[in-house]
């Protein structure tokens, strides 16, 4: 993609291919349970103004029903297509027909390709060969031109390994809930080594979802030494290990809060290691808890 304003820096994927470390996501404040419904203005004018506050990596999936939504806005912005970092995910729990389930993706997006197009979770497979076969319909889109790049969400290494065995073309990144209070053992270690960019939803848990835990007032230290806020010291905690953040809010002065103030500090490693070091002390899953088991931490 072309260069973002306001700095946000980009990582490169192993395809060649740039993402900038911090997006907008359309999953968690503002999605819609009925896709068909009409428009949802409101989605429209807080992704609009995501876009016009300077993000340019915005985080879409069939499941919040909000992709027509987010084409809109990206429309309304009138910001140059190469500009913008647009991904979508396919649904984790339905066998769909891949093509088509990409197809109406589009259309509801009202473009011509993405960015990134991601297997939104594994658990619609029943075998390994379909979980093949599924990453084999992503390298055909791929190919095709009309997804820049491919990869995954909530792969544990055990799918990542599975879809390797027969892969054309590696996943450029793993979309995971990944925060202190969720460091999933060597997974982080495990991607890259296989040159596979993580990427993090719910970076923000410790002070939203798992308040009360050992990092909060850890968080609230450093955001005074560097007169930020502590939503920007947990962000820089992802981003300083390489890691693409996701985060979301509907108060612009969040967002707007989080560009101006993660290009003015950077955490050092011993506060990158504290932060890990009081985060292992708790264990808290925000997502999909249905899914993966209780026990797991990986
Ligand atoms: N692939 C997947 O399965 C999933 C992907 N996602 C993606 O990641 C995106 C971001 O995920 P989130 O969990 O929303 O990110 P997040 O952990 O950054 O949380 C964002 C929320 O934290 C609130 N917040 C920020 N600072 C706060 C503070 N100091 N005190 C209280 N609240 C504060 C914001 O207002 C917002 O509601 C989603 O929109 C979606 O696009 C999210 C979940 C699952
Ligand atoms: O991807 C994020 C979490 C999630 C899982 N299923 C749904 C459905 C609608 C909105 C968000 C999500």
Do not use: C
Request: net charge negative.
């Amino acid at each position: 993609m072309a260069g973002t304003p306001l700095n946000i820096p980009l990582v490169k994927l192993n395809d060649g291919n740039e993402i900038p470390v911090l997006a907008y996501g359309l999953g968690t404040a503002r999605y819609k349970s009925d896709a068909d419904a009409p428009l949802d203005n409101e989605i429209i004018e807080l992704t609009k103004k995501a876009i016009e506050l300077g993000y340019r990596h915005l985080d879409g999936a069939e499941v919040y029903g909000n992709e027509a939504e987010l084409g809109a806005a990206i429309k309304a912005a009138g910001i140059p297509r190469d500009q913008l970092f647009v991904t979508t995910k396919i649904s984790a729990t339905e066998k769909k027909d891949t093509l088509e389930a990409f197809n109406l993706s589009l259309k509801k997006l009202g473009l011509d390709y993405v960015d990134l197009y991601l297997i939104h979770g594994a658990w619609f497979a029943d075998s390994e060969e379909e979980l093949q076969a599924k990453w084999a319909d992503l390298e055909a889109i791929k190919e095709s031109g009309r997804a820049k790049s491919i990869g995954v969400s909530n792969f544990l290494q055990g799918q990542l390994e599975t879809v390797l065995k027969t892969a054309k073309i590696v996943p450029a990144l793993n979309q995971i809930e990944y925060h202190p209070y969720l460091q999933h053992g060597d997974l982080v270690a495990f991607h890259k080594k296989h040159n596979i960019v993580v990427s993090s939803y719910g970076p923000l848990t410790p002070i939203v979802t798992a308040k009360d835990g050992p990092v909060g007032p850890y968080w609230k230290k450093l955001a005074e030494k560097y007169g930020v806020t502590d939503s920007d010291v947990g962000l820089r905690w992802i981003i300083d290990q390489g890691v693409v953040a996701l985060t979301t809010s509907s108060k612009s002065s969040r967002l707007e809060g989080y560009l101006a103030n993660l290009p003015k500090f950077k955490l050092n490693e011993e506060e990158i290691a504290e932060i890990s070091k009081l985060g292992s002390q708790k264990h808290f899953r925000g997502f999909w808890k249905d899914k993966f088991a209780a026990d797991d931490r990986s």
